[in-house]
């Protein structure tokens, strides 16, 4: 499956961003997909993930309740609404998929091309 992630951007603390990673070339509905994070020198981590249905979400840390992860298995596309950012969110973010569930990058069968947030002070 090819993953095409976009909506990064720059943002002032406190802003929002929704990013917006685009599936193509297998039945999305098949896909546990998902949103990690990394900073440079740092360990990609995981932010959210949302089940084949979009039934079940699953949110990292302090995640919940700031960032909202959203499917549409119609447009084969993942979202991830990100509020409240903070300048610790900056990072390179990656959209993610798996047959499987997962919350560690190990499991992670494909993966999209980076989107760079930053956040500013």
């Known amino acids: 499956v090819q993953l095409q992630a976009s909506g990064g951007g720059l943002v002032q603390a406190g802003g929002s961003l929704r990013l917006s990673c685009a599936a193509s070339?297998?039945?999305?509905?098949?896909?546990?997909m998902g949103w990690f994070r990394q900073d440079p020198g740092k360990e990609r981590e995981i932010v959210a993930s949302?089940?084949?249905?979009?039934?079940?979400?699953y949110y990292a840390g302090s995640k919940e309740g700031r960032f909202t992860i959203s499917r549409d298995n119609a447009k084969n596309t993942v979202y991830l609404q990100m509020n409240s950012l903070k300048p610790e969110d900056t990072a390179v973010y990656y959209c993610?998929?798996?047959?499987?569930?997962?919350?560690?990058?190990?499991?992670?069968?494909?993966w999209g091309k980076g989107t760079q947030v930053t956040v500013s002070s």
């Open positions: 993610a998929a798996s047959i499987g569930l997962f919350e560690s990058p190990k499991s992670v069968d494909y």
């Open positions: 949302i089940n084949w249905s979009g039934s079940s979400t």
């Open positions: 070339g297998r039945t999305f509905s098949n896909y546990v």
